[in-house]
């Protein structure tokens, strides 16, 4: 199941570059949370603070705190445990290229040390059917690579690759940017279904989709979380005037 | 810079289109009731002709917002000007429709002589058409607060047309013979209070596209 998250005081920096400040939300567990805004505004290094990748770069740091659950991510837990707890979907599908489907599914649990057979073999069956992809590669597990699925397959599977950790957070960074309408809503068809599991939080530049997708949406403009509220509020009638502009195409 | 400069052309547009309508409605109460005060038959006729070209321009707006909901995936406020915009170009198609029935009941009229019955016409025929000129107004001005002063004359057209139904049902048993004048001012009455029914409608989504709330049935259901 999902779990709630608590961010109170979160600032980033990459160098002297204030890319976060003061972003303060509650997203509810087993639901989806939209993420909008324009390029650079700071909602991809936001995602990136939940499962402290933000971090992995040597000139990056954050403050405050995000809270899991009970769980406090910068205090209570290590990175590696967190990204265990938490998925994430990029914006470009990318499969290990040299690995069968078989192989990418599972490399997540491989290299937490699982090798029991049976296991793999059950989580992969259960995260290709989470992802919607079984029924399209189960005759080609072991014997097709990952790569040479197609791009919308290809995010599916890396999807499935994600929950097959059984992690209670998902994040996506704009994963259907990359793919085409058909490809796109059967990923949205796979966020309204796999949000019964997990969290999920997704940044897109895709309004309708933000707004097809999720039951609350931010709105984040020059490091700062301008407003968070229903989607449903935000696409009909947000309380800021700089969140109306942005979503009808007014800015600049 | 300003961004979106072909939708921001097509809003304006679909309000000038409306606006068109708008006129053309208005016109269409305006020379019934002065057939009604005239007896003026020519006035029926050019209330009737004038009909198609209200559908449709009705037909063209309605398009238009279809194009810009498909083409603009509008947000927000314009989303809600546009829905507007629909609802309001469907009660300026009836406000038109009600010059026709008002000149329908007119043209009959004339075959009888013209007697004072107790039903002041131009009085509710001027509260109403200032009721669908104001909602216009604040359509025009993007002003809720405008807006909000019409719908509370619609309780003064509503009574006049409520005075009138009695005054006339009471003329209808006291003189038979005054029936069909009688009858026929009574459905002008009606017609009447329709037409501000269409403003308050109108009213009603100005405040909708201005504010985003939903003012409609408020009064009605607060009285259960």
Redesign the interface.
């Known amino acids: 199941m999902g779990v709630g998250i608590l961010v109170e005081h979160l600032n980033a920096w990459y160098g002297t570059t204030h890319t976060l400040q003061d972003i303060n939300l509650h997203i509810p567990a087993n639901h989806a949370t939209a993420l909008i805004g324009p390029s650079g505004c700071g909602k991809s290094t936001f995602v990136r603070c939940l499962n402290r990748m933000h971090e992995t770069n040597p000139i990056a740091r954050a403050e405050g705190t995000v809270k899991m659950g009970d769980v406090d991510i910068y205090k209570d837990a290590s990175p590696v445990e967190i990204r265990r707890r938490v998925g994430m979907v990029f914006q470009r599908p990318n499969p290990f290229p040299t690995m069968s489907i078989y192989d990418n599914v599972i490399s997540g649990l491989k290299l937490n040390g699982f090798r029991n057979r049976r296991v793999l073999d059950e989580t992969v069956e259960r995260s290709l059917k989470s992802a919607a992809l079984w029924d399209e590669v189960k005759d080609d597990l072991k014997k097709k690579s990952g790569a040479s699925l197609s791009g919308g397959q290809q995010q599916r599977m890396c999807i499935a690759r994600a929950i097959a950790v059984d992690p209670e957070v998902l994040l996506m960074d704009e994963p259907a940017s990359a793919l085409d309408p058909v490809s796109t809503s059967k990923i949205e068809d796979l966020i309204f279904q796999l949000k019964s599991q997990y969290t999920i939080v997704i940044v897109t530049h895709n309004?309708?989709q933000a707004a097809r997708v999720a039951e609350n949406t931010g709105f984040f403009l020059n490091g700062k979380m301008v407003e968070f509220d229903s989607t449903h509020k935000i696409?009909?009638?947000?309380s800021d005037k700089r969140?109306?502009d942005y979503?009808?195409?007014?800015?600049? | 810079m300003a961004t979106r400069i072909k939708f921001q052309q097509n809003l304006d547009e679909l309000k000038e289109r409306l606006l068109v309508m708008a006129g053309m409605a208005e016109q269409a109460i305006q020379r019934s009731i002065e057939a009604y005060n005239t007896r003026d038959m020519n006035l029926c006729e050019l209330v009737f002709r004038s009909e198609p070209a209200i559908n449709r321009l009705e037909r063209e707006i309605d398009q238009l917002a279809l194009d810009l909901l498909a083409m603009e995936q509008p947000m927000a406020v314009d989303l809600r000007f546009i829905l507007s915009v629909i609802r309001i170009n469907a009660d300026l198609e009836r406000v038109g429709d009600q010059g026709v029935n008002i000149a329908v009941r007119v043209r009959e009229m004339g075959a009888f002589a013209n007697i004072d019955l107790p039903v002041d016409i131009p009085k509710l025929a001027s509260l109403s058409s200032a009721m669908i000129r104001r909602a216009l107004q604040a359509f025009i001005e993007a002003d809720a607060e405008m807006a909000e002063t019409v719908l509370k004359l619609d309780d003064q057209v509503d009574e006049m047309n409520d005075a009138a139904f009695h005054a006339l049902s009471s003329l209808i048993k006291e003189k038979p013979d005054l029936t069909p004048q009688s009858l026929n001012a009574l459905i002008i009455s009606r017609n009447l209070e329709r037409v501000g029914d269409h403003a308050t409608n109108i009213a009603e989504d100005v405040i909708f596209w201005v504010r985003g709330a939903d003012v409609r049935h408020y009064s009605s259901s607060a009285q259960g």
């Open positions: 309004m309708q696409f009909t009638n947000p969140t109306e979503i009808t195409g007014r800015f600049g």
